[in-house]
């Protein structure tokens, strides 16, 4: 048995017959279509009574065919005449794309839309971070109906399950620092002013800055991903009909939790920093744990740690709303949770570092150098 | 074509399905005949999907042979069974649509997938008269998941599982969450399609209106196995007391009468 559609052509006076045969379907559909897009002919008559099994592809080009080369079609059984109504009977003008604008058109639009969304994400941010308030009054006023529960879950998703990377990558920051510290400082002589620099920066900046960071990419995403994908199964909605206030169930608890997890965090990488600094020093330069100890206590003012403390939860709530908020945009589909969760992490951390540029303004004019 | 009985689409011996402690099925036996319109009953949790899955490959069963177009299913690996797998189309619950891609992308994913090659020409046409066919407006193609109704995405569903020009075809509940005059012009897509294309249809259904309407046989899953099968009056006629419940309840008893007030305007094949 052939399964290879062919057709044989009987050129006679202008007029063409074309028998096919074997089997009219989608498996030899792209030859076949090439080449009946070549023939030339123009009076054409449609054998199809070899044809074994015909599916609506073929039945589609055999329309075709009827259609744009105005052909007759001859020797189709009771089954191969439904099918090609049928899909004759399917053959509307369906739009497969979207009209596509000009490109200048296109350009200019996105531009719009990058503003508005921008200007919109500001506006909207605002708004959260207002209706959260009246949420966290709520919560003052009723404390018993908080979920203290909730909170607790977050301390230790955020702030304990953190301690280990965290820890870590302050640990190799620090050794880093002291590193390329010593190898500048060395050129002055002044090698021992390396324990200045790893304990400043570590208090001051980059404890808080490395955790924020961290913070963002572990929690803020996370913050996104799940209340984008309990929006898009609809749980939120639920909630608000239940009369559970998803700001107060979701939200608050998420930024709760970071809020005061992060100050501690911040410490704790600070510390890691100075720990890494100091086997650094210890093992490189010969600096023993006893005089590396006494050096940072002499030249880190309490201040450092003030400003740390202070930038800490700002930082926490910062990403921890950027996160909820972004989760709580979501619709749609799928792809758009994984855009928000990007949009929220990027979002964050370009916050934190606006942020931190301001507060490192702010505390140098009040004098906190 | 293999030497089988070619009578039997689908054939399923002593299937065994278990999640941990539960037993799903248990020695169920099912045999699916070529060109019919089965429908598949049952209580909620008697494994109805789990049995559509095992069918399908995507849950490999503990125990039992399934063999689809006579060929085995259980423990074939996705390449080897790729070529069985272009003869079958799916409908999943929700339409299970690719929710980045547009309705017309969608319906184009299997035949670039098993074809690759076609020109894009002839891959836009396939997809503008199967989604006519499909029922779904002329506008539907470029449109995303997101922006179909729950009727719509069905139909671009249904679209989609028509890509490859599927001799079988399954169907989970695709009348659920449909308003009753979508569910009627659904059943009524299924029947025209089968009778046009020549499919056969295995259908998942809690819908009695669709049951009588367009269901050839009917195959009732009950005790982790398919208790019975056939045609209504066949079932009726059978002293089993989920069956009873569930064609005599008062709902069972609605579709019914509906059905002998119209006379089956189903029935026109």
Redesign the interface.
């Given at each position: 048995m052939s399964v290879t559609p062919d057709f044989i052509q009987n050129v006679e006076d202008g007029s063409c017959v074309l028998r096919f045969s074997g089997n009219l379907t989608l498996l030899r559909i792209r030859k076949l279509s090439e080449q009946l897009e070549a023939l030339e002919a123009t009076d054409i008559t449609v054998d199809l009574s070899d044809v074994e099994r015909m599916d609506t592809v073929g039945a589609w080009l055999v329309h075709k065919l009827q259609r744009d080369r105005g052909a007759k079609v001859i020797g189709a059984n009771r089954e191969q005449q439904l099918l090609i109504d049928h899909v004759a009977a399917a053959d509307q003008p369906v739009k497969i794309a979207r009209d596509a604008p000009p490109a200048l058109v296109r350009v200019v639009t996105q531009v719009g839309e990058w503003t508005l969304n921008f200007l919109r994400t500001l506006y909207g941010m605002l708004g959260f971070f207002g209706a959260m308030l009246i949420g966290f009054g709520h919560i003052i006023r009723h404390p018993r109906r908080f979920r203290w529960n909730a909170v607790i879950t977050r301390f230790e998703v955020v702030g304990v399950q953190a301690l280990f990377i965290v820890g870590l990558m302050s640990f190799l920051v620090g050794i880093v620092i002291a590193q390329q510290g010593a190898v500048q400082l060395r050129q002055f002589g002044a090698e021992v002013y390396t324990i200045n620099l790893i304990g400043r920066s570590a208090v001051k900046e980059l404890g808080v800055l490395m955790t924020a960071i961290m913070v963002a990419g572990r929690s803020g995403s996370a913050f996104a991903a799940q209340l984008g994908s309990m929006k898009l199964n609809e749980e939120v909605d639920a909630m608000r009909t239940i009369g559970v206030s998803p700001m107060e169930a979701l939200v608050i608890p998420r930024v709760l939790a970071t809020v005061l997890m992060m100050p501690l965090l911040g410490f704790f990488a600070a510390m890691m920093a100075i720990l890494g600094g100091g086997v650094f020093c210890w093992l490189s330069l010969d600096i023993p744990p006893v005089t590396f100890i006494q050096r940072i206590r002499e030249v880190v003012p309490m201040t450092d740690l003030y400003q740390t403390l202070i930038k800490a939860p700002v930082f926490g709530m910062i990403i921890a709303m950027a996160g909820c908020y972004q989760g709580l945009q979501v619709k749609g589909n799928a792809e758009e949770v994984g855009l928000r969760t990007t949009t929220a992490v990027v979002q964050g951390i370009f916050l934190v570092i606006v942020l931190d540029a301001f507060f490192a303004v702010f505390f140098t004019e009040v004098g906190w150098l | 074509m293999s030497a089988h009985d070619n009578s039997h689409v689908i054939e399923v011996h002593g299937l065994r399905n278990s999640f941990g402690e539960q037993l799903i099925h248990d020695g169920l036996e099912l045999e699916v005949r070529r060109g019919e319109i089965l429908g598949v009953v049952g209580g909620s949790g008697t494994g109805k999907s789990v049995l559509m899955r095992s069918i399908i490959g995507l849950q490999t069963p503990d125990d039992g042979e399934v063999l689809v177009f006579g060929e085995p299913m259980v423990g074939r690996d996705e390449e080897e069974a790729k070529h069985v797998r272009r003869r079958w189309g799916v409908l999943f619950q929700g339409g299970a649509l690719f929710?980045?891609l547009?309705v017309?992308e969608n319906v184009q994913v299997p035949?670039k997938e098993f074809?690759p090659?076609?020109?894009q020409e002839?891959l836009?046409?396939?997809?503008?008269?199967?989604?006519?066919?499909s029922g779904?407006p002329?506008?539907?193609?470029?449109k995303?998941?997101?922006e179909l109704s729950g009727g719509m995405r069905k139909r671009a569903g249904i679209a989609r599982a028509?890509a490859?020009?599927p001799e079988l075809l399954f169907l989970d509940e695709p009348t659920a969450g449909l308003d009753p005059i979508g569910a009627a012009d659904f059943d009524q897509l299924i029947l025209?399609l089968r009778?046009?294309?020549?499919l056969t249809v295995f259908l998942i259904t809690h819908d009695l209106d669709t049951l009588y309407a367009i269901c050839d046989r009917i195959a009732v899953l009950a005790d982790k196995k398919v208790v019975a099968v056939g045609t209504i009056p066949e079932l009726l006629a059978l002293d089993h007391q989920w069956i009873q419940e569930y064609f005599k309840g008062p709902r069972g008893r609605a579709a019914a009468a509906h059905r002998e007030a119209e006379p089956t305007e189903g029935a026109t094949a």
């Open positions: - | 929710s980045t547009t017309a035949i074809y090659g076609i020109d002839l836009d046409e396939i997809a503008a008269y199967k989604i006519a066919m779904l002329v506008d539907a193609g470029g995303y998941p997101s028509l490859l020009d025209e009778d046009a294309l020549g």
